[in-house]
């Protein structure tokens, strides 16, 4: 069964990749009248709204002019249609002031933080949003050059760093932390009920359970990963690694790699030091859990996350 894209898939951007390279095509889209600016602070993104109406804010015009004077940096992110489309970071800005630069743009503006407004956000949006925080991020945490500590300079549209020192001229591209996230289904329960694996993480509000879930590490592949990470936290191995879907993880500088897993093994053996628990749950249980984070007995992960899809998928399967 096909299952539905989670949340950050979409985006409606041509990124454009050789083009941002030229520096004057680059000003000219700055320039551009019909551009279009999103604004990052401090990892939030401005939206305006709030509760279930959250709505995604694009300064234009002489807003857009005002937020690109003020920004440091500017990105480019592509176009839609014919629009360029620019991400600003007002980090460095006092709080004072970018918050009467938003409300200039809107009344109701407000810094976000998009794991709040993710979801409610046409899927477009979202994705746009998820990539502006994630580059932003980016650009905050490699202002210097880790070879030679001298700053860097903004190539590209602010997609490549390079150092100004000539003499090292070191060149920075945006890396991602690539994690495997797995929904572990029991083969042959002794019940003859179809059960999943599920976990508590310590960093998980009280009563949510979510998939297992942990970084590629280096010389291992995909696949591997998933069983290691199984094997490591819920002491059973793993067979028929299957994988499903990713999705952008902004929170700070993933990429989710989904995977459908089976085991044979019903006992676990958890790993006190990674999970606080893990168990076998049938869907009937599950169909119990309460909405995260209201639930403080038994609760499903955020609707945002792939874990949420995961779980959801194999649940829609069992009858």
């Known amino acids: ?36 600016v999103t604004t990052v602070y401090a990892d939030a993104n401005l939206t305006s709204g709030s509760g279930l109406n959250f709505v995604p804010l ?43 630069l938003a409300a200039d743009i809107d009344p109701a503006a ?22 502006a925080r994630g580059v932003c991020f980016w650009h905050r945490h490699n202002r210097f050059c880790s070879q030679c500590g001298n700053r860097h300079q903004v190539r590209h549209g602010g997609h490549m760093l390079k150092c100004t020192d000539a003499s090292c001229a070191k060149e920075v591209f945006p890396r991602l932390d690539p994690a495997v996230i797995m929904i ?8 003859g009920v179809p059960k999943c694996l599920l976990g508590r993480h310590k960093g998980l509000p009280a009563g949510v359970y979510s ?10 592949t995909l696949e591997e990963a998933v069983a290691r990470e199984v094997l490591e936290e819920a002491g059973v191995k793993i067979s028929g690694a299957q994988y499903i879907s990713s999705q952008p993880w902004p929170f700070p500088a993933s ?3 989904g995977y459908r897993a089976q085991s044979a093994q019903d006992k676990l053996h958890v790993d006190y030091a990674e999970l606080e628990d893990a168990r076998w749950f049938s869907a009937d249980q599950i169909r119990r859990f309460g909405e995260y984070p209201k639930n403080q007995t038994m ?3 955020r609707k945002d ?15």
């Open 305 to 319: 996350s792939i874990a949420r899809t995961l779980i959801e998928s194999w649940l829609a399967e069992q009858a």
């Open 58 to 100: 694009m300064a234009k015009d002489e807003q857009a002019r005002i937020l690109i004077d003020h920004a440091q940096p500017i990105i480019y992110l592509g176009h839609q249609l014919d629009c360029p489309v620019f991400a600003v970071d007002l980090s460095h800005v006092n709080r004072q002031s970018v918050d009467r």
């Open 184 to 191: 572990v289904e029991l083969m042959n329960p002794a019940d």
């Open 255 to 257: 990429l989710m790699l």
């Open 110 to 131: 407000e810094f976000v933080d998009l794991r709040k407004s993710g979801p409610i956000l046409p899927p477009d949006a979202a994705a746009i949003f998820a990539y």
């Open 211 to 220: 998939t297992l879930a942990g970084y590629v590490e280096i010389g291992e």
């Open 1 to 36: 069964m096909p299952i539905p894209p989670p949340t950050y898939f979409g985006m409606p951007l041509e990124r454009n990749c050789a083009l941002r390279e030229n520096p004057q095509w680059i000003e000219r889209q700055v320039n551009s009248a019909n551009r279009m």
């Open 299 to 301: 609760a499903l992960p």
